[in-house]
């Protein structure tokens, strides 16, 4: 495993967001829903492609908050601009569990 110096990871923006909209994506190469987030006043809505198909349904994700990196560019995944990377943990290979807080927290909150 390569390591990283502090700078580095202290440059990532890994932010609470709350789903505010879930949707099929069935453009997706893989199976994956497109997902709107809000991370709060200072950040705003971002839109995400996620690949969580497996244990999530799309009613189980609006009002669910998100462990999401906010600061990289935007992606293009077939018709759909993806602005963020929700965080998750991969359970087997194909499974992923959404990285999540234990505990409502403000969307935006900074993780340290």
Same mark, same amino acid.
């Given at each position: 495993?390569?390591? @990283?110096?502090?700078?580095? +990871?202290?440059?990532?923006?890994?932010? @609470?967001?709350?789903?505010?909209?879930?949707?099929? +994506?069935?453009?997706?190469?893989?199976?994956?829903?497109?997902?709107?987030? %809000?991370?709060?006043?200072?950040?705003?809505?971002?839109?995400?492609?996620? !690949?969580?198909? %497996?244990?999530? %349904? @799309?009613?189980?994700? /609006?009002?669910?908050? /998100?462990?999401? #990196? #906010?600061?990289?560019?935007?992606? !293009?995944?077939?018709?759909?601009?993806?602005?963020?990377? #929700?965080?998750?943990?991969?359970?087997?290979?194909?499974? #992923? /569990?959404?990285?999540?807080?234990?505990?409502?927290?403000?969307?935006?909150?900074?993780?340290?």
């Amino acid at each position: 495993m390569d390591t @990283i110096d502090w700078a580095h +990871f202290e440059s990532v923006e890994l932010r @609470i967001g709350t789903i505010i909209e879930a949707n099929e +994506f069935p453009e997706a190469h893989n199976p994956a829903y497109k997902l709107k987030i %809000d991370f709060g006043d200072s950040i705003g809505t971002k839109k995400s492609s996620a !690949q969580i198909t %497996d244990l999530y %349904d @799309i009613e189980q994700l /609006v009002g669910k908050q /998100v462990i999401a #990196v #906010v600061n990289l560019p935007p992606k !293009q995944i077939g018709p759909f601009i993806s602005e963020c990377l #929700v965080t998750g943990l991969y359970r087997n290979e194909e499974e #992923v /569990v959404l990285a999540v807080p234990d505990k409502q927290t403000p969307n935006g909150a900074k993780l340290s």
